[in-house]
C-alpha cells in the first residue's frame, strides 16, 4: 500500500473509532492490551508472525500496523487512546531484566504509557521483579504459552507473592489459544490462584478459548479481571468463537472487564476490534465501563 493509500486508510479508521468513543460519550479509551517493545525484539516477533508459525496456529497473521514506533504512537493517540500498556515478555532466562529496562525508559519518554514490566521463571526473577517495581511499574506481563513455563513453578513464588502484597495486576496469557502450550488452560492458573488468593491476575483475550472456565475463575476470586484482546472478531470467531450462551456471565463481570487490543499485531483494523465488541449486544454501559472506566478505576487515572 504506498503512503497515500494507508493515510487515507487510517483517517477512514480515525473517524470510525471516533464515532464510537462518541456513540458511548467517551472523549478517549484505555488500552491495556498493547505492543511495544525494543526494535529488534519486535522485528523478531514480526517474523514469526510472517511465517503463521505453530504459536499462532499456523495461519495467516498479517500485521496492520507495521510502522516505526514513533507512527505507532501517533496512530494509536489518534484512535483516541489516552493510556495504553507495553506488554512485552521474555522466551528464555536473562531478558527479563534487559526489557524491564527498555520499558522503564520507554515509559519514561512516554508519559501516556502505564509503565509495564515483566519476568520469567529464573533464579532470579524475584529480583528482577522487586527492581521493577522499584522502578514505577504499574502493570507486568506474563506469557506461559511463549514463555513455556509453569506459573506454580517454586521459582516465581516469592514473584507471586511480592505481586500479591503490592497489588500489581499481571497480564497473563493463560488460555490455549492460539495455540495450546505446556502449561496454558485454566489448570496451572486455578492452581495459582488457590495458593495467591489475592492476586490481581487479568486474564488476556476473556482466556480464550476456555471462555467459560477462566469465566468461574473470575466468578471465585474477585481480584480476577479479563482483557477482550481479540475477542468477538471476525478474525477469532472463525476458530475459538465465544460462547453466545456466556454472555450473560460476561455481563455480570462487567465492572471487571477491561479493553485490549493487541494493537499494533492484529490481522485487521482497530475500529473492527471496538466494533466487535459492540456486536455482543452487551449494551452501551457495559462498553464504556470496559473500554474506560473499569481501567482508569484500576490504574486510578
Known amino acids: 500500500?504506498?503512503?497515500?493509500?494507508?493515510?487515507?486508510?487510517?483517517?477512514?479508521?480515525?473517524?470510525?473509532?471516533?464515532?464510537?468513543?462518541?456513540?458511548?460519550?467517551?472523549?478517549?479509551?484505555?488500552?491495556?492490551?498493547?505492543?511495544?517493545?525494543?526494535?529488534?525484539?519486535?522485528?523478531k516477533v514480526w517474523a514469526y508472525f510472517d511465517t503463521a508459525g505453530p504459536l499462532l496456529g499456523n495461519r495467516p497473521w498479517?500485521?496492520?500496523?507495521?510502522?516505526?514506533?514513533?507512527?505507532?504512537?501517533?496512530?494509536?493517540?489518534?484512535?483516541?487512546?489516552?493510556?495504553?500498556?507495553?506488554?512485552?515478555?521474555?522466551?528464555?532466562?536473562?531478558?527479563?531484566r534487559w526489557l524491564n529496562d527498555w520499558s522503564a525508559d520507554f515509559a519514561a519518554r512516554t508519559p501516556?504509557?502505564?509503565?509495564?514490566?515483566?519476568?520469567?521463571?529464573?533464579?532470579?526473577?524475584?529480583?528482577?521483579?522487586?527492581?521493577?517495581?522499584?522502578?514505577?511499574a504499574r502493570v507486568f506481563k506474563c506469557h506461559l504459552q511463549v514463555g513455556d513455563f509453569d506459573p506454580n513453578?517454586?521459582?516465581?513464588?516469592?514473584?507471586?507473592?511480592?505481586?500479591?502484597?503490592?497489588?500489581?495486576?499481571?497480564?497473563?496469557?493463560?488460555?490455549?489459544?492460539?495455540?495450546?502450550g505446556t502449561y496454558t488452560g485454566p489448570g496451572p492458573t486455578g492452581l495459582l490462584l488457590g495458593r495467591f488468593p489475592r492476586l490481581r491476575l487479568i486474564i488476556a483475550h476473556l482466556g480464550m478459548p476456555e471462555y467459560e472456565e477462566f469465566l468461574t475463575l473470575a466468578e471465585r476470586h474477585p481480584r480476577v479481571m479479563l482483557d477482550?484482546?481479540?475477542?468477538?472478531?471476525e478474525f477469532a470467531e472463525s476458530s475459538?468463537?465465544?460462547?453466545?450462551?456466556?454472555?450473560?456471565?460476561?455481563?455480570?463481570?462487567?465492572?471487571?472487564?477491561?479493553?485490549?487490543?493487541?494493537?499494533?499485531?492484529?490481522p485487521y483494523s482497530y475500529a473492527e476490534a471496538l466494533r466487535a465488541l459492540e456486536s455482543t449486544g452487551l449494551g452501551t454501559a457495559w462498553l464504556r465501563a470496559v473500554c474506560h472506566d473499569n481501567a482508569r478505576r484500576l490504574f486510578a487515572l
Open 228 to 233: 477482550t484482546t481479540m475477542n468477538f472478531t
Open 1 to 43: 500500500m504506498d503512503a497515500a493509500a494507508e493515510a487515507a486508510r487510517l483517517e477512514g479508521e480515525r473517524a470510525e473509532v471516533a464515532a464510537f468513543r462518541r456513540s458511548l460519550g467517551l472523549g478517549h479509551l484505555i488500552d491495556v492490551h498493547t505492543h511495544f517493545m525494543p526494535q529488534q525484539v519486535l522485528a
Open 62 to 96: 498479517p500485521i496492520a500496523y507495521r510502522h516505526e514506533e514513533q507512527r505507532r504512537l501517533e496512530v494509536l493517540r489518534g484512535f483516541g487512546v489516552r493510556a495504553f500498556t507495553s506488554m512485552l515478555y521474555p522466551h528464555k532466562p536473562g531478558m527479563a
Open 240 to 266: 475459538m468463537p465465544f460462547p453466545r450462551r456466556a454472555l450473560p456471565r460476561l455481563a455480570d463481570l462487567g465492572d471487571r472487564v477491561l479493553l485490549g487490543t493487541d494493537f499494533p499485531n492484529i
Open 112 to 136: 501516556d504509557c502505564l509503565h509495564t514490566a515483566t519476568f520469567y521463571a529464573e533464579p532470579g526473577a524475584a529480583e528482577d521483579v522487586r527492581r521493577a517495581v522499584e522502578q514505577g
Open 153 to 180: 513453578d517454586p521459582l516465581l513464588d516469592e514473584v507471586w507473592g511480592l505481586l500479591a502484597e503490592t497489588g500489581l495486576p499481571v497480564v497473563t496469557h493463560c488460555g490455549s489459544g492460539p495455540a495450546p
